[in-house]
């Protein structure tokens, strides 16, 4: 017989996004339940590059976009909970880097200097010289140019697991979920195992799974895009640490590299930008050919013969969009008693809170029940991918 649960907020799926919200409800004094099907953060939160943006990279083109400045207040929300200021508690999480830097190799950069000191910017991005200048581009060799961008790099495995204390005994594993719809197209119940969950208001995080769980409650909008990318992965032992775009010609950035510690005490640079996005039909070895000699080129002087390859194949999980362009800003849509959400970038997860927490007072759904007791088994959170990868 199954045992029927009772809370406010059913989640399900536990990336970032669901994560998040999770914790934000839970201090709001909601009672919530999260269900996992796989790991807390396997999705694609685990396979980020842990930027939190502040939109610098999508105003490459000389302009600052409506994503730009939707996403402009995310790196000071981060910041403040990292110093223990937010919304959440993260004193516990590990910036990698404090700053996020925009390197070019050549003149490029030149040419946007006026743009670079443009009253928009100001504040969100500063030209860095000398001893200034991030270690790797310390050398003599470097001739190119570096603008500092108010963003930081977060270590991904340390956020989720710091979400994942926040969550307490609301997480359970299941592995398999079936969604009872009511006569009215509601959702009436969530099954999974041997327990039953009933809820004011159930939220999709799926990520790329929001579109079998659509499938499964028999709804279809809305519509979910994939953009894939094919990520390269640098494993060595001297890596130095490097958290910057590239600058090429287009409005996006020829690479994207951050840094990683590896369990065996080693970094692991992880690229992405145009390399991960043209590379997606390469094969492993063709792309990690060009990686290696984009790399030569770009910084001939760190010495990477030591070093292991490796690349990953992800889908990035969105809204659908037009032209399947990039969507500006985190979605949710409210469908009958339910939410559908993407936050369409790790960074703007606190966004997709906020619009969630809008849409449950629109609603009028307000904290009525106890968190209910369960002895359901918690998931495991994901392991980082440069400890698998390689
Ligand atoms: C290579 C790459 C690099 C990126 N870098 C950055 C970056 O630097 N900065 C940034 O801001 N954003 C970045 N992003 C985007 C960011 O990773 C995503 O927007 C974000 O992680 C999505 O979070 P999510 O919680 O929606 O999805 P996910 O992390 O995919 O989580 C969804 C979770 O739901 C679970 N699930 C799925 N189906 C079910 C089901 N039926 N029942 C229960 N659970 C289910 C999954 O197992 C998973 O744990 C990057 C994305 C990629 C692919």
Known sequence: MSTLLETDICILGGGIAGLWLNARLRQQGYSTLLLESATLGGGQSIKSQG?????????????????????????????DCL???????????????????LWSPGGLVSNMAGFFASKALRGRVDAVKGSSLPPVFQSAQFKGKVYRLAELVLDVPS??????????????????????????????????GDISIKAQRYVLTGGEGNQALQAAWGIEQPAMQRRPLQMV????????????????????????????????GQWCWYLGGELAEQGVDSSAKALIQQAQRELAELLPWVDLRQCQWATLKVNRAE????????????????????????????????????????????????????QPEHHQARPAAAIPIWDTCF
């Not at 508690?89 to 910036?95: A, G, Y």
């Not at 494993?235 to 590299?257: D, F, I, M, Q, W």
């Open 159 to 192: 956020v989720i697991q710091r979400l994942s204390e926040l969550a307490d005994d609301s997480l359970i594993a299941a592995d398999s979920i079936r969604i009872e719809r009511d006569p009215n197209d509601h959702i009436a119940c969530v099954h999974t």
């Open 233 to 264: 992965l640098v494993k060595g032992p001297e890596l130095p640490g490097l958290y910057a775009h590239c600058l090429g010609s287009s409005p996006k950035p020829r690479l994207t590299v951050t840094t990683h510690p590896t369990a065996d």
């Open 51 to 79: 930027i939190i943006h502040g939109g610098t990279k999508y105003a490459l083109h000389g302009k600052l976009t409506t994503a730009a400045e939707a996403i402009a207040a995310m790196p000071g929300r981060w910041r």
């Open 83 to 101: 110093e223990g200021n937010g919304e959440i508690d993260l004193t516990p999480v590990r910036l990698l880097s404090p700053y996020h830097y």
């Open 319 to 370: 809204p659908a969009q037009s032209g399947l362009v990039r969507p500006d800003s985190a979605y949710v849509q409210g469908v009958h008693n339910a939410l559908v959400c993407w936050p369409t970038k790790l960074a703007l997860s606190p966004h997709l809170s906020d619009l969630v927490l809008e849409q449950l007072k629109a609603d009028q759904i307000t904290p009525t029940r106890p």
